[in-house]
């Protein structure tokens, strides 16, 4: 049975895409093999395959030098450049950039998934409170009365297309009626995309979580904490603390009590020193 030509839009992995591409046009050329390719290359059979085995950095050097012999179209070497920027950087705004130039190239292509539609949802802290304000009692689908509303200063333009992203991608659609309701959407996605997602999303919380004490009143805010040294299983503990807590915020969600504002609610617990076990894998 003949393989099928990976789809690229359908990783979020670049080793794994580069695996299975490489076992692709083994079955379909019976020259390529990674010692052909490392003598197109001119990067040593071992070097090759310590990348394939994530047991040496993807970099920009060895980029360059396998891609030309993959047999890759343009729009799957940028996008394959990208996925290896997200794995390989630790800087956040990177990564963050580089997703965002795939889901571009992925719209341009007609190539929508769910993952997508997840970052999109989450890399925009508006979207994910316009997707909630429906739920109040005086809502108003008014771009302009929405932009007033927010936190931080949003154009009325950023409202516009947040309200049409969330209309498309089937977040929220208004009845019959003329009633503004959430669809609820299965979100779901990969598990490297949706860490960036939410990585991102709290980046930008904890830049409200300031604004909120410059311009919200103490009796409509509340943000506590609590600095302590603890052992790794006292920080089990506190992690199971907060999980349970947050079940139990759901639940008020789905009360009858009319709705009046958007809350978001943020319980974190991280390090303020770091050692070696700490850090991220480089």
């Excluded at 993952?115 to 909630?132: G, H, M, P, S």
């Excluded at 927010?150 to 019959?176: A, G, N």
């Excluded at 997602?197 to 830049?207: A, K, T, V, Y």
Aim: with cysteine.
């Amino acid at each position: 049975m003949k393989n099928k030509r990976p789809d690229i839009y359908k990783y979020y992995d670049a080793i794994m895409f580069m695996n299975d591409m490489i076992q692709y046009l083994k079955s379909e050329k019976k020259l390529f093999n990674l010692q052909y390719l490392s003598k197109k290359s001119t990067l040593s059979i071992a070097n090759i395959s310590m990348i394939l085995n994530k047991q040496r950095p993807f970099t920009e050097k060895s980029f360059q030098k396998i891609i030309p012999h993959l047999n890759l179209t343009g729009e799957e070497k940028k996008i394959l450049n990208n996925l290896r920027l997200i794995d390989q950087s630790e800087d956040t705004e990177t990564r963050v950039q580089s997703m965002n130039q795939i889901l571009k190239l992925a719209y341009v292509n007609n190539k929508d998934s769910n993952d997508f539609k997840v970052f999109e949802y989450l890399t925009k802290w508006q979207n994910v409170a316009i997707y909630e304000l429906i739920n109040t009692d005086d809502f108003n689908p008014d771009p302009e009365w929405i932009s007033k509303k927010l936190i931080k200063k949003t154009t009325v333009s950023e409202v516009e297309k947040s309200i049409q992203f969330l209309i498309d991608h089937k977040f929220i659609k208004q009845e019959k009626n003329g009633r503004w309701v959430q669809t609820n959407p299965h979100m779901d996605c990969q598990d490297g995309v949706y860490k960036l997602s939410l990585g991102e999303f709290h980046r930008q919380i904890f830049d409200l979580a300031k604004i909120s004490i410059e311009q919200v009143s103490r009796e409509d805010r509340l943000i506590m904490g609590q600095t302590l040294a603890l052992s790794e299983e006292d920080f089990i503990k506190i992690k199971t603390i907060i999980a349970d807590s947050i079940k139990q915020m759901n639940a008020s969600n789905h009360s009858k009590s009319p709705k009046k504002n958007v809350y978001h609610v943020e319980i974190a617990a991280f390090p303020l020193f770091l050692n070696k076990d700490l850090k991220k894998d480089s």
